[in-house]
């Protein structure tokens, strides 16, 4: 448990740390993972459904029968709903996105999965993916690696690689903003 206590801290990484073990105990990890990525999902399509969750004009008692009328329609049942409803009882409704973002990180981490954000000038050819996706799983040590790419023609080459806390910047716009700055302190 030590190294799952290292990936999720604080009241959300608690409850999602408790959640994760049940989730585990029941075989239901990818089920729960997929549920909370779906609640997840509605959360940010739904204003209505943010302020619910977020305000704490909403008693526990309204936020639970929401939630029940909610999850039947979603089909989100089971430990996820049951999880959610209970944190909603708790009072602690207001942080089920850390709680969520904490159980992907146990979930991520469990499966050997690690997640890169990579920005590139303009969209990558099918091969070049592949290949990144082959080097930043070598850097990993062997771990599979979820890509997610950003374009931005404002790098204007290059790209940057994000991967856990660690950023490599190799674009053109920064090289040529370095190569700007030491030039106006050699002149």
Known sequence: MAKDDAIVTGMAGRYAQA????????????????????????????????????????????????????????????????FIKLV????????????????????????????????VAEPLAAEHLEALRSALSQVTGGKSVDVAVKVDPEIIGGLVVKLGSRMVDGSLKTKLNSIRTRMKEVG
């Open 19 to 82: 959640l994760f073990q049940l989730a585990q105990e029941q075989g239901a990890t990818d089920k729960v993972a997929a549920d909370l990525k779906s609640f997840a999902a509605m959360i940010a399509e739904s204003a209505d459904l943010a302020r619910l969750v977020r305000s704490p004009a909403f008693s526990s008692q309204e936020q639970v029968k929401a939630l029940d009328a909610i999850f039947a329609r979603a089909g989100i049942a089971g430990v996820s709903a049951n």
């Open 88 to 119: 909603a009882m708790k009072r602690r409704l207001f942080a089920v996105g850390d709680m969520m973002v904490n159980f992907g990180k146990l979930h991520d981490a469990a499966l050997g999965v690690t997640h890169a954000e990579v920005t």
